[in-house]
């Protein structure tokens, strides 16, 4: 954890580097700090996943929309506001993004931010330890 | 919100439509009404999304087994008897898409409904506001 | 249900046979038995989808990170027992299987079962007759 898994409509692949769209996600996560100052998220535990999707239909289907659905899981236990400072954060990256095509296209966008309620975690691999002491989220 | 993701193994995109299945789930959804007979979904809100898996291990492997996955995950809120009433009409949507395949070949589909628990949830883009003053959902 | 969706870094396409992995979790799967010797899963219900992500940005960037996200659905009810079985059991067959990745490279791997808590559930299709009057699950 945390986990930010990207669906989007694959029309959006031609028009907008969706690749830079995860970078600049992840490294607005790797500088949120809580209220007492520390990073939310350990830098090995930020993943952000993208996948356009092979077949979709959008709303009425009258017209070429696009469509993108960030879902972000979270490590329980954080604040109302730290999901809201997360939320707000990623929601500006989104948009300035997508700014010259929310300008020019059809296109919805969703953020959520889940809770994670998983009754198993394993974290495995070599990832945290790479970037030290961090407290795993 | 809301949001339809369709799981599917691979095998299926050679011998079904997956394209007109997202329509014909999309179509189902905008035509649904609640126990007051409005909408259930908003037109600028219905987003069916699929996705063949690039790799899969269905049951024992023992033969040509295709599967499908299909998830809405829906906003807060909604009577039980509005998830059934969407639940049995995408269901029936379901089974009159692969009725020829299920009468001839090994295949699994599994169809849930999620109600939402997100803790931060953001629409952004243009697309509720072309279809003018519908209750977000 | 059960469904095992695996979300990876398409690095690990080129270094790992993701597809003997679905299998290997999925014969995991098979065999593991609950608390009175029964199987906790299925064979018709052992479901394992993999999808390497298309773009993806993990940790800092400043290196070739992989990463796979494994989490298992299941239904409902079963004991804490079964699902740290099912999760010890699922942990050591993706230990096994990247064991040479994870003396090799950056890789981290994340493993979580969640309970389903859908509000609508239809299992449809002939791969549970198939394999006989199991129990769904």
Redesign the interface.
């Known amino acids: 954890?945390p986990?930010l898994?990207?669906?989007?409509?694959a029309n959006l692949?031609a028009e907008s580097d969706?690749?830079a769209?995860?970078?600049s996600?992840?490294?607005a996560m790797?500088t949120i700090r809580d209220e007492v100052d520390r990073p939310v998220f350990p830098?090995?535990?930020?993943?952000?996943?993208?996948?356009?999707?092979?077949?979709?239909?959008?709303?009425?289907?009258r017209d070429d929309?696009a469509?993108?659905?960030l879902n972000l899981r979270m490590g329980r236990g954080r604040s109302?506001a730290v999901?809201?400072r997360?939320?707000d954060r990623l929601?500006a990256v989104?948009?300035a993004h997508?700014a010259p095509l929310?300008a020019s296209r059809?296109?919805?966008?969703?953020?959520?931010?889940?809770?994670?309620?998983?009754?198993?975690?394993?974290?495995?691999?070599?990832?945290?330890a790479?970037?030290g002491a961090q407290r795993p989220c």
């Open positions: 954890m986990h898994v990207v669906l989007y409509t692949d969706i690749a769209l995860c970078r996600l992840a490294d790797l830098t090995g535990g930020v993943r952000v996943l993208a996948y356009p999707a092979t077949h979709s239909a959008i709303a009425d289907g929309y469509f993108v659905y109302d999901h809201r997360v939320g929601t989104a948009n997508f929310l059809p296109l919805g966008l969703t953020l959520q931010i889940d809770e994670g309620s998983e009754t198993f975690d394993a974290k495995l691999g070599n990832l945290h790479r970037f």
